[in-house]
């Protein structure tokens, strides 16, 4: 078989998991959605319990915007994860998918981050006269950067995960391929 065979092979319907499409599908819901939200449910009720903030409403309204963009951001990272959870390990089909996986949830990170530095302004007037409002600054850019390096690794990762389980990718192929015939001659029989 050629290389063009091969990815065609693997490229067939036949040959994918849907367990695994809606397992993958779950996992990346709960990371990019449901944890977002629940995060931003924690901060909000903690903010507007402060009660020190003179417009808490309006924090915790920024905040929701913030935490909406990453949420519809990572709709693709949830699709490209469910085309990576049908494709079995050592297919062709999840190298490309996973190097775009990596790519994509790198920029996402950045994007969702602000590079890193995350800046707020308050009002503070009603405290005192001395200022009117006051920039509290969070520097987080070694983080993302750590976070971004392993996104990096994961594109050497998808070549690594495809070497190592080839040969494991065919022999579950040919298991399928046997319970297939299998039932189809019990079928032809009874």
């Not at 319907?13 to 449901?34: H, Y």
């Not at 990453?70 to 490209?80: D, F, G, K, S, T």
């Not at 983080?143 to 494991?168: D, H, P, Q």
């Amino acid at each position: 078989m050629t290389l063009i065979d091969d990815i065609r092979f693997d490229l067939s319907l036949k040959n994918g998991s849907l367990s695994g499409a809606l397992i993958s599908f779950f996992v990346s819901l709960s990371i990019f959605i449901i944890l977002p939200y629940a995060v931003f449910t924690l901060i909000s009720g903690g903010i507007v319990n402060i009660g020190t903030l003179s417009d808490p409403d309006a924090v915790a309204d920024g905040i929701l915007v913030w935490i909406s963009d990453i949420m519809r951001y990572a709709l693709p990272l949830i699709l490209l994860s469910v085309f990576i959870g049908f494709y079995r390990p050592g297919s062709y089909v999840r190298i490309p998918l996973r190097i775009m996986f990596a790519l994509y949830l790198g920029s996402w990170l950045w994007i969702a981050s602000h590079g890193g530095v995350f800046s707020s302004t308050t009002d503070v007037s009603f405290i005192a006269d001395i200022a009117s409002s006051v920039t509290f600054e969070v520097d987080v850019r070694y983080i993302v950067y750590v976070t971004l390096m392993i996104c990096f690794a994961m594109i050497f990762l998808a070549f690594s995960e495809f070497g190592g389980n080839r040969k494991k990718y065919f022999e579950a192929i040919e298991r399928k391929k046997d319970t297939m015939s299998k039932r189809k001659a019990r079928r032809l029989s009874g």
